[in-house]
Nanobody
Framework: QVLLEESGGGSVRPGGSLRLSCKVS????????IGWFHQGPEKERVGVAC???????TTRTTVQGRFTISEDTAAGTVYLQMENLRTDDTGMYYC??????????????????????WGQGTQVTVSS
């Protein structure tokens, strides 16, 4: 059973920083890709940042220059470093694992998420 455990969320003021972590375990996929997704209050889930099979990064335009995804393969953990947070960054952040090889901006295309495994999410609140 695939297990994705997100942590690191919290409440910060605008301009603050957070580092989210996603611990991945319990799967036997030879190939997979992983990314971070955001669901704001009463909004649909959107892709924020992801890695493809070749390790190329995709970052949503609205967070470019502020959010950075990275992976510690040995630790089985994926991170999302969030800087200069804004109020519209508020919401739940989910880690998503998609089996098999995928290239390009897969996390920005919801039609590719049907087979994604999801964690329970971690709440980020940005408020003054």
């Amino acid at each position: 059973q695939v297990l994705l455990e997100e942590s690191g969320g919290g409440s910060v003021r605008p301009g603050g920083s957070l580092r989210l972590s996603c611990k991945v375990s319990g799967h036997d996929y030879r190939n997979y890709v992983i990314g971070w997704f955001h669901q704001g209050p009463e909004k649909e889930r959107v892709g924020v940042a992801c890695l493809d099979t070749d390790g190329s990064l995709t970052t949503r335009t609205t967070v470019q220059g502020r959010f950075t995804i990275s992976e510690d393969t040995a630790a089985g953990t994926v991170y999302l470093q969030m800087e200069n947070l804004r109020t519209d960054d508020t919401g739940m952040y989910y880690c998503g694992l998609l089996p098999n090889r995928h290239w390009g901006s897969w996390c920005l295309n919801p039609s590719l998420w049907r087979e994604c495994h999801w964690g329970q999410g971690t709440q980020v609140t940005v408020s003054s």
